[in-house]
């Protein structure tokens, strides 16, 4: 009667109980154990617990029970058994008999395979916030290269020529109403700026038309004021993203026609997006030196798949290439790969 009682109670128990002799063989299973190695409890009695369960001719390095067996303590190990289907948290005891002698163990294997998943789940969300964190930080490093470059520099140049207009004032007036004038061009061109760098923040064109128009928008816009003239070619229908990667794509693409207007000696610039079932290509190349960002990202359809893409084909990466990576990075999804290309080709193109 007491063995029965014994026997239900540990047959009650979820957990998956084993009791194994010095040498690794299997004396009894409850029947959550049994059902896990898909076996009777009778079928597996005599079999080796690491053939039986790890698939293995010998025992891991990791063993619990190799170590309880060695020290007479109690051991406890984590690990991830596709054969029991999970994470589980292994503890063994050694079993002694009356003299004191160990003679096996007691193993009690937990499933923790949620709990797991939970902590995975976290330690992404927690991996993600810092990316968007750290993203956020060179956003506004960003910007204030922005400011700096122009908006400071177009303010400064005002300031000189009212101050140029006070000392002229007097013995040159004409030569004061020109610094006056050019001082009043350069604040109309600043507070132009200043407008351009808040829509900048988060343009009204990804709301009201997705980032297809923005891009469209952006360029036109670089035409009207910009030596280099931005060539934008769209072999693309329509593309619906999610807010947080239109407007990577868009500040990607920004700064990267941003860079070659202002460092480029080349007077043109041409943007390529060109759409291949789920997946976008975007390009850029200037005249004299073509440098092609290649960039492919899941569309919409399958903006929440995970899975690993393939690795970045550069080896030295430049300062763009690591501003577009960081800014990817705040994704919660490996689901754009940056590659960058370059080569020198004739001047005249």
Known sequence: MKGR?????????PDLIAILDCRHRIVWVNQPMAKALDRTPEQCAGLKCYESVHGASAPPWFCPHSLSLADGKEHTAELHDD?????????VTPLRDESGRIIGGVHVARDIT?????????????????HM????????????????????????????????????????PARAAKALALGVQLVREGSAEARRLIVGLRPPQLEEGGVLLAIERLVKECNKRNKVKVEFCCNVAQLKLAPMMETTIFRIIQECITNACRHSKSKK?????????????????TGAWVSRWTMWTKAAS??????????????????????ARERTSSWNSPCIV????????????
């Open 5 to 13: 009682l014994w026997e239900r109670t540990f047959n009650s128990v």
């Open 83 to 91: 054969r029991l289907g999970g994470y589980f948290l292994v503890t």
């Open 114 to 130: 949620e709990q797991k998943k939970a902590q995975e789940a976290l330690e992404r969300e927690r991996v993600a916030l810092r």
């Open 133 to 172: 964190l750290d993203a956020g930080d060179h956003e506004r490093h960003l910007i204030g290269c922005e400011v700096h470059d122009g908006l400071a520099q177009q303010l400064a140049s005002a300031l000189m020529q009212f101050e140029v207009y006070n000392c002229l004032k007097e013995e040159s």
């Open 269 to 285: 610039m041409k943007v390529e997006l060109t759409q291949q079932d789920d997946l976008l290509r975007v390009e850029f190349g």
């Open 302 to 323: 399958v903006w929440r798949a995970s899975g690993n893409g393939p690795k970045s084909s550069a080896a030295t990466p430049s300062s763009r290439a690591v501003s």
């Open 338 to 349: 940056l590659r960058e290309r370059s080569a020198c080709v004739r001047k005249d193109l």
